[in-house]
């Protein structure tokens, strides 16, 4: 009863929220996650074809976190949450509560021994012309630096005339990296050499920075410590 209650004002307050943001506020958004091909829905940036049986893990963390939700209405919910890569949603602990990506401005993860706290935004807020609906994750040591992570389906490669490749399908979690230039997000390159030379003019002194700091290019909190140093430093 819980979560029909919450889905049902969701549903009916969301409709005037999202006209503002050129987001569908359906039920069709909210239930058929997966298939954001047509009738004006944004796509999920995971993609695990139906009907496939592959053994995967689709939550961001094995055990839910204490997370404080910001709806796009304006209420706040507190609880233990997981946040589910595939189908972009918050998913509560007791199972009583499933909130879809189309309902929630932000939300944020309490840090633990073992993780440091978390905020994640609604993309289509922050992005409003990206491609992908869902969350992506803010970073504290820069504003024009965000974490995208999803699920990806790779298929099986084995091959029986050479007895080589995967013999099963698999699903991977992955994550980009984005900058944000103008009013645009341009993805970051995750090689090192790419990821120095995209910033150009300041590879060379950005090297050196990241080397003297011991800052590591897939870090995401290090990324964002580099954009503010090219920020500071840039004129």
Known sequence: MRIICLLLLSFLSFEISAQSFGMSGTSEVAFNLRDGSSNNRSNIRSRIPLGKKVDFERYMNETPRKT???LIKGDTIYGDYMYNMENET???ADGDSLIAWNFIATFSF????DEPAQKF????LVWPDSEYGGFIRDV???EYVKVKYYLEYIPATWDPSTQMGDRNDKVVAKSDFYLKTGNDWKEIP???TAFFDFFGAYSEPLRKYARKN???HREPEDIGKMVTWITKNGN
């Open 214 to 216: 011991r800052l590591k």
């Open 90 to 92: 918050l998913e509560s």
């Open 190 to 192: 995750s090689g090192k």
């Open 121 to 124: 935004s609604n993309m289509k």
């Open 140 to 142: 504290y040591t820069s």
């Open 68 to 70: 404080t939700i910001v």
């Open 110 to 113: 309490k840090a633990t021994a």
